[in-house]
């Protein structure tokens, strides 16, 4: 090989030469390296799956507001519900209430009207009487000192008036 101008000593030293090269860069360089992008290859799946589990959380979340908002809206719809059952009952029971008492003044009205009308009809039964004795007496000529007189006297007057006046 020395034809083609191929020294060896220089050949195998350049070999050698390379190899160390090789093996110093391989030590110092590859490795760091490539030890350096493993280690951001390990992060950048790392953070995939953390913002997969980050979407997924969020996800979940608004699954449970959404639940959460609808079994407020339902609790609310009972609430207005209920309350509106309970206005009612209370407007039906405040109505009863006022009925009742509207029908306990008419009669407490009736019953005083009926009473003042019959102390009305005591009291002229009571002039009718004292002016039918003063009339008897006048056109008797005398007066009744007979409580029995009087009294057969004014029956049969008012007895009289009522069958006069229709009653």
Same mark, same amino acid.
């Given at each position: 090989?020395?034809?083609?101008?191929?020294?060896?000593?220089?050949?195998?030293?350049?070999?050698?030469?390379?190899?160390?090269?090789?093996?110093?860069?391989?030590?110092?360089?590859?490795?760091?390296?490539?030890?350096?992008?493993?280690? /951001? /290859?390990?992060?950048?799946?790392?953070?995939? @799956?953390?913002?997969?589990?980050?979407?997924?959380?969020?996800?979940? +979340?608004?699954?449970? @507001?959404?639940?959460?908002?609808?079994? +407020?809206?339902?609790?609310?719809?009972?609430?207005?519900?209920?309350?509106?059952?309970?206005?009612? @009952?209370?407007?039906?029971?405040?109505?009863?209430?006022?009925?009742?008492?509207?029908?306990?003044?008419?009669?407490?009205?009736?019953?005083?009207?009926?009473?003042?009308?019959?102390?009305?009809? +005591?009291?002229?039964?009571?002039?009718?009487?004292?002016?039918?004795?003063?009339?008897?007496?006048?056109?008797?000529? /005398?007066?009744?000192?007979? @409580?029995?007189?009087?009294?057969?006297?004014?029956?049969?007057?008012?007895?009289?008036?009522?069958?006069?006046?229709?009653?």
């Amino acid at each position: 090989m020395a034809a083609l101008g191929i020294e060896w000593g220089l050949l195998i030293s350049q070999i050698v030469n390379f190899l160390i090269l090789l093996f110093l860069l391989n030590m110092f360089l590859y490795r760091p390296v490539l030890n350096m992008l493993q280690q /951001r /290859r390990e992060r950048i799946a790392q953070s995939m @799956k953390d913002a997969e589990r980050v979407s997924a959380a969020a996800s979940e +979340a608004e699954q449970e @507001k959404a639940r959460v908002l609808e079994a +407020a809206r339902r609790e609310a719809q009972e609430i207005r519900a209920q309350a509106t059952r309970d206005t009612e @009952k209370i407007a039906q029971e405040i109505r009863a209430r006022a009925e009742q008492e509207a029908t306990e003044i008419r009669m407490k009205a009736q019953v005083d009207a009926q009473q003042q009308v019959e102390t009305m009809l +005591a009291d002229a039964n009571k002039q009718i009487a004292d002016l039918a004795i003063a009339a008897t007496e006048k056109l008797l000529g /005398r007066e009744l000192t007979q @409580k029995g007189e009087q009294q057969r006297f004014v029956a049969e007057f008012l007895a009289q008036q009522g069958r006069g006046n229709g009653r």
